[in-house]
């Protein structure tokens, strides 16, 4: 589905990503874990291509100069060159962090303004199906987004991103924040997701043991740089991630 080889990102001299590799197979859903700082935004803009328009915008308000390398390979083709529009209309959908809903907007003109690239009756049966999964949504939808708890917001930015389409949905700390039984609603809700609509994921987060159940296969990002990669069983057993990424010995 998905596989990135060798990917560099430089802010100025900075290196935020080191030669970082990953992949993603169909319907699969893969984890990236790592630290405050250890680059997983810098990972999910890069995948999406909004770095491009980040480099662009930098580049033309004589900011940072912002260096990306490497290789993008998604459904078999290279894509490092495609804009993040373009990217999009292929499937590869971002929900970013900290939750960009429209604020100002309510729960239903969020989801609405998600489902551009859609037909209206995938924009009509995907609005059924946010709501099906998410009913607490269904009884907020004249809410504006800026009055919602940060749960429902996280639903919301879900359920905008579904409404694009997704076949690999980014998803980006999605539980940054919440209670420990929202965590759990969202974690279900995301293999939910994976088996009903039949795509494929990558979820960061800080920390693993919340989403380590649900992933397929997971990588670990330190310092810009993937240390350790395996499936969930591989993590579960390992000494070393147990200690860094659990919480517990
Ligand atoms: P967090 O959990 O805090 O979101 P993260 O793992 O997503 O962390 P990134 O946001 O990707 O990490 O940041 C990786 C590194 O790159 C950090 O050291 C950060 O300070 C730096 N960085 C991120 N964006 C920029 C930028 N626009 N300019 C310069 N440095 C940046």
New binding site residues.
Partial sequence: MLEANGLMVF??N?L?LNNVHLRCKKEEIVGVF??????????MYTLSGIMDD?RKKEAMAGG?R?TVLGEIKYLGREIGALKPSKRAREGIILCP?RRRIFRESSVMENLRIGGYLSTAAQASETIDYVFSLFPALKNLRKRIGGFLSGGEQQMLAIGRALMAQPKLLLL??PLLGLSPLMQATLVRSTRVIRDQRKISLIV?E?YARPVLPIVDYAFI?EN?TAVLEGNREELMGNPDVRAAYFGVN
Avoid: P
């Fill in positions: 802010y100025e900075m935020a790592g630290a405050n700082s250890a680059g997983k935004s810098t990972l980040i940072e912002i962090e980006d700390e960061t800080q990002l810009g």
